[in-house]
C-alpha cells in the first residue's frame, strides 16, 4: 500500500462508528504528510480495508471493520501525529454539535438525522476533552447537546456526561461553566424522574446564576426547579419558582422559556385538580409554541390537554388530542414524548373495552422507558398494566401491584402524576368492591416487599 494511503488508514482510527468524507477531510488533512483524501480512501475501498454505507437519503458513511480498525488504532497511537488528529477530531465534531441549526426548527429533522449517526464521535470527542482537561470544549458539547438528549429521551447520557464533568473538572471549572453543567445535569436528572438530585443540582446553579446576576440562565433553570419541587410535593414552593420563571422570562421576552414556565404552572393546576386553569396555562403554552414554531412544545401542550380532558371525564376528546399529539410527534421525529401518548391512549383503550389494544399500549410505553430508564414513567405504565389486570377480573393481583408501585414511589418520593391518580382511583376502588378493605390490604403489603424488577415480572405476567 502506497505511503499515503496507509497515513490515512491509520489515522481513520480516530473515528468511531464511521464518517464522511467531509469529516476525513476536516480532521486527517493539514497533518504532516499531506494526503489526498479521496486518492487514498478509494484505495482503501479497493483494498477492502474501508466499507462504504450508503443511507435512504443518499448520504454515504465510511466504516472499518472492529479488526481491521484495532489494527489501524494500534499503528496510530505510535503515531506522533496522534494528538493533533484527536484535537482536529474534538474541534470538528463540536462545530458539528453547535452548527446553526435550532433543534426546534423546521431543519431539525436534518440535524437530528445527523447527530443520530455521529453519536460513538461525539462520545470519542467528549471522553478525549475529558482527558486532555478541556473542560469548556467538553461543557460546549453538553450545552450543544442537550437538546438532542431532550427530544430523543436519552437523559441518561446527559446525565452521565454533566456529572462526569462536574466530578473530574471541579477544580478548573469557572463559576459560570460550573452553574451551566449543573443546570444540565438537575435538567437530565429531573427527566430521568431523579427528583432529589435534580432539586440539589439546580438550586445551586440557581444559586450561582442569582450571585451573577444573569436573569436568562435563571430563568432556564427555575423551570426544571420548579418542576422538581412540584413532583416531590413542594407545591407552594414550586409555584413561587415557576411564578419567578414566566416573570423573568415576560421581562426578557423569552418566549421558549415562557412556554415551558407555562407548562409547568398547567401541571402546579392539574396536582389541584384545578382542571380549567389548567386548561389555560396549556392553551397559552400551545399558543406560544405555534408562534415560534416549536414543535415538541406543540405536540406537548397538545398531549397535556388531553390529559386534562380524561380527568374531567371526556374521553372522546382526550383520545382525539392524544392521537394529534401522537402523529405530529412520529411525523417530527419527537421521541420523547412518545412513551406518555402511548400509556395514555392506554387508558383511552380500556375506557373502550379494547384490553387488547390497551395491552398493546402499555407494554409498547413501559418498553420505552425501560430503554430510557425512566423510573416514574416504568411506574406509570406498571400503573396501567395493574388497571388491565382489575378491569381483567384479576383484584387481587392488581391490589398486590398497586402495593408495590405505592411502596416504590414512598421511597424515592415521586407522586402520581394526577391524570394517573384518577385512573388509578377509579381502578383502585373496584378492587376494594371486589375484595373489601382488608384483603386489599393484606395483598398491598405483599406487594411492598416487591422490587422494581419483580414488580414488572409479577405485571407483564398477570396482564
Known amino acids: 500500500m502506497a505511503p499515503d494511503a496507509q497515513a490515512l488508514f491509520r489515522r481513520l482510527a480516530v473515528f468511531s462508528g464511521g464518517w464522511t468524507v467531509a469529516a476525513v477531510r476536516a480532521v486527517c488533512d493539514n497533518v504532516p504528510p499531506a494526503i489526498n483524501v479521496l486518492d487514498c480512501l478509494t484505495v482503501l475501498l479497493d483494498s477492502s480495508l474501508v466499507v462504504r454505507q450508503t443511507y435512504i437519503d443518499d448520504q454515504s458513511r465510511f ?15 505510535a503515531a506522533d501525529e496522534s494528538l493533533q488528529i484527536r484535537q482536529q477530531h474534538l474541534t470538528y465534531y463540536l462545530a458539528l454539535a453547535e452548527q446553526d441549526v435550532q433543534w426546534n426548527g423546521a431543519d431539525h429533522r436534518i440535524w437530528l438525522t445527523e ?7 461525539m462520545r470519542a470527542a467528549f471522553a478525549f476533552a475529558i482527558a486532555q482537561g478541556a473542560s469548556s470544549h467538553a461543557l460546549r458539547l ?16 446527559g446525565y452521565q ?31 430521568l424522574g431523579d427528583y432529589r438530585a435534580a432539586r440539589s443540582v439546580l438550586e445551586e446553579s440557581a444559586a450561582i446564576y442569582r450571585q451573577l446576576d444573569e436573569p436568562q440562565h435563571l430563568a432556564e433553570v427555575l423551570n426544571p426547579l420548579g418542576r422538581a419541587l412540584l413532583f416531590q410535593g413542594e407545591y407552594s414552593q414550586a409555584c413561587t419558582v415557576l ?18 414556565a407555562l407548562q409547568g404552572r398547567g401541571y402546579a393546576a392539574m396536582y389541584h385538580a384545578d382542571y380549567a386553569d389548567a386548561w389555560l396555562y396549556f392553551e397559552q403554552s400551545l399558543m406560544i409554541a405555534q408562534s415560534i414554531g416549536v414543535q415538541w412544545g406543540i405536540a406537548q401542550a397538545i398531549n397535556h390537554l388531553g390529559d386534562v380532558a380524561r380527568c374531567k371525564g371526556d374521553y372522546d376528546q382526550a383520545a382525539n388530542l392524544y392521537q394529534e399529539s401522537l402523529t405530529r410527534c412520529r411525523a417530527q421525529e419527537i421521541a420523547v414524548e412518545i412513551p406518555a401518548i402511548l400509556h395514555n391512549l392506554g387508558y383511552v383503550a380500556l375506557f373502550r373495552d379494547d384490553q387488547l389494544l390497551a395491552q398493546r399500549h402499555f407494554r409498547e410505553s413501559l418498553t420505552l422507558q425501560q430503554e430510557r430508564h425512566n423510573l416514574p414513567g416504568i411506574l406509570e405504565s406498571l400503573t396501567g398494566f395493574g388497571a388491565l389486570i382489575a378491569y381483567h377480573g ?28 384518577v385512573e388509578f382511583d ?7 368492591a371486589a375484595l373489601g378493605e382488608n384483603e386489599v390490604q393484606r395483598a398491598m403489603d405483599e406487594g411492598c416487599t416487591l422490587t422494581l424488577d419483580e414488580a414488572t415480572a409479577y405485571a407483564l405476567s398477570d396482564a
Open 63 to 77: 466504516v472499518m471493520l472492529e479488526t481491521i480498525r484495532a489494527f489501524a488504532e494500534e499503528q496510530f497511537a
Open 115 to 121: 447527530l443520530r449517526r455521529e453519536q460513538t464521535n
Open 142 to 157: 453538553i450545552a450543544a447537546l442537550e437538546g438532542f438528549w431532550f427530544n430523543e429521551g436519552d437523559h441518561g447520557e
Open 161 to 191: 456526561w454533566a456529572t462526569r464533568l462536574l466530578a473530574e473538572t471541579r477544580t478548573v471549572l469557572t463559576t459560570a461553566q460550573r452553574a451551566q453543567a449543573l443546570s444540565v445535569a438537575g435538567s437530565m436528572a429531573w427527566q
Open 243 to 260: 411564578d419567578e420563571a414566566i416573570h423573568l422570562a415576560n421581562e426578557l421576552e423569552y418566549r421558549s422559556c415562557l412556554l415551558i
Open 394 to 421: 384479576q383484584p387481587r393481583q392488581a391490589a398486590v401491584l398497586f402495593g408495590a408501585i405505592n411502596a416504590i414511589r414512598t421511597a424515592i418520593n415521586a407522586p402520581m402524576w394526577p391524570a394517573e391518580q
Open 426 to 432: 377509579r381502578h383502585f376502588q373496584k378492587v376494594v
